[in-house]
């Protein structure tokens, strides 16, 4: 007897439950199909769940345009990620100006540090290293700063949000059965039964909505904290970018006398070695244009040409394309006129070519004899 009053007991729960089950299932669809009436949120709960929705949808567009941002190369993107999701570290490798600087260092050693070439090879392959290493820097600053954030985001307060959502939908869909049961009972028991399920739903309901708009409340303080996020990341771009506008002033400033040079490396025998480039220190401003000639004759000759008004013969060191029509282009190895003018920029003459006249670059000319 007690066996068959404990298998009663379960069957008839069983099918209780499985009852409730089924009038969830069909609130549910009756509610899509328009034809059962559905307990509303109150317009700033649904404007909270709107906010956390669009707030989760452009958090991920961010962090991943991000993350393209910061490694172009998707395999690497996978492959960070496993190890990641391994709890490893990746294994170091050359980023792409590192690998260009490496091959660069590695060519000019190859044609001779002591060549106009080789040694400005070197100075940029060094440059490139130098910007690689910045560039690992920003990825770092940017991964802790700004991305785990974003992240920890998405993996967690929204996975709470969202896991309190869909109690709050059972909740409001046990509400709504209980609504339904009510209008269709008849007889007088049923129906205070009915009332009193009600009344529980009511306020498990009232209860979880609660609970949500708290957690939906605190989106306003994840937009705070990403603001912040946000200006740690622009601080670490404009690091960056600082850093590499500085090297490339040192290098440019490095190769100042590559034209002379380069004329000079032409000139010589193979088995003559060329003066290395100088090294100056870093440029203090970004004012600097194209670099000066530093050649003492190139420079006497210059000032005499400006100190008389007549005009000289100049060989092009190498190609220089107009910027402007007040220019003048010019081809490598080709001779030309050039002249000064009163209040003319020291950097600039006046070279002309048959018909054609314009401002030529001192720097791109051999003054001839």
């Given at each position: 007897?007690n066996?068959?009053?404990?298998?009663?007991?379960?069957?008839?729960?069983?099918?209780?439950?499985?009852?409730?089950?089924?009038?969830?299932n069909?609130?549910f669809?009756?509610?899509?199909?328009?034809?059962?009436?559905?307990?509303?949120?109150?317009?700033?709960l649904?404007?909270?769940l709107?906010?956390a929705?669009?707030?989760k949808?452009?958090?991920?567009?961010?962090?991943?345009q991000?993350?393209v941002?910061?490694?172009?190369n998707p395999?690497?993107?996978i492959e960070?990620f496993?190890?990641?999701?391994?709890d490893?570290?990746?294994?170091s490798?050359?980023?792409?100006?590192?690998?260009l600087?490496?091959?660069?260092?590695?060519?000019?050693?190859e044609?001779g540090?002591?060549?106009?070439?080789?040694n400005?090879?070197?100075?940029?392959g060094e440059t490139?290293?130098?910007?690689?290493t910045?560039?690992r820097?920003l990825?770092?600053?940017?991964?802790?700063?700004?991305?785990?954030?974003?992240?920890n985001?998405?993996?967690g307060?929204?996975?709470?949000?969202?896991?309190?959502?869909k109690?709050?939908q059972?909740?409001?869909?046990?509400?709504?059965a209980?609504k339904?049961?009510l209008?269709?009972a008849r007889v007088a028991?049923?129906?205070?039964?009915?009332?009193?399920e009600?009344r529980?739903t009511?306020s498990?309901?009232?209860?979880q909505?609660?609970?949500?708009?708290?957690?939906?409340e605190?989106?306003?303080s994840?937009?705070?904290h990403?603001?912040?996020c946000?200006n740690d990341?622009v601080?670490?771009?404009?690091?960056y970018y600082?850093?590499?506008?500085?090297?490339?002033?040192?290098?440019?400033?490095q190769?100042?006398s590559?034209p002379?040079t380069?004329?000079?490396?032409?000139?010589?025998?193979s088995?003559?070695?060329?003066q290395?480039?100088?090294?100056?220190?870093?440029l203090?401003?970004?004012?600097?244009?194209?670099p000066?000639?530093s050649?003492?004759?190139?420079t006497s000759?210059?000032?005499?040409?400006k100190?008389?008004?007549?005009?000289?013969?100049?060989?092009v060191?190498?190609?220089?394309d107009?910027a402007?029509?007040?220019?003048?282009s010019l081809?490598?190895?080709?001779v030309?006129s050039?002249y000064?003018?009163?209040g003319?920029d020291?950097?600039w003459l006046?070279?002309?070519r048959g018909?054609?006249?314009g401002?030529v670059?001192?720097?791109?000319?051999?003054l001839?004899n």
């Open positions: 007897t066996i068959s009053d404990c298998f009663k007991f379960v069957l008839e729960n069983y099918f209780s439950e499985l009852s409730i089950f089924n009038l969830i069909l609130q669809t009756e509610e899509k199909l328009g034809q059962a009436e559905k307990t509303e949120l109150d317009a700033h649904e404007n909270l709107s906010k929705e669009c707030t949808l452009w958090t991920e567009k961010i962090m991943k991000t993350e941002l910061l490694q172009p395999n690497a993107r960070e496993v190890y990641e999701k391994l490893r570290k990746a294994p490798r050359m980023n792409n100006p590192e690998l600087g490496q091959y660069m260092i590695d060519a000019g050693n044609f540090p002591g060549t106009a070439y080789g400005a090879l070197i100075k940029c490139q290293k130098r910007i690689g910045a560039d820097e990825i770092q600053t940017s991964a802790i700063n700004f991305l785990t954030p974003l992240r985001f998405i993996e307060d929204y996975k709470t949000i969202t896991k309190e959502r109690l709050l059972n909740k409001r869909l046990d509400l709504d209980a339904t049961r209008k269709k028991e049923a129906r205070a039964a009915s009332e009193q009600v529980i009511q498990e309901f009232d209860r909505a609660e609970i949500t708009r708290l957690l939906l605190g989106i306003s994840t937009h705070a990403h603001l912040r946000l990341f601080e670490a771009q404009m690091t600082a850093q590499c506008y500085q090297y490339m002033l040192d290098l440019q400033k190769l100042g590559f002379s380069f004329l000079s490396n032409n000139n010589q025998s088995t003559t070695p060329v290395s480039v100088s090294t100056p220190s870093v203090a401003s970004a004012s600097a244009s194209l000066s000639v050649n003492s004759i190139v000759g210059l000032s005499e040409l100190s008389s008004s007549g005009s000289r013969k100049a060989r060191l190498y190609d220089y107009a402007n029509s007040s220019e003048l081809l490598a190895d080709e030309i050039v000064s003018i009163p003319m020291s950097d006046m070279g002309e018909n054609q006249k401002k670059p001192i720097t791109y000319l051999e001839l």
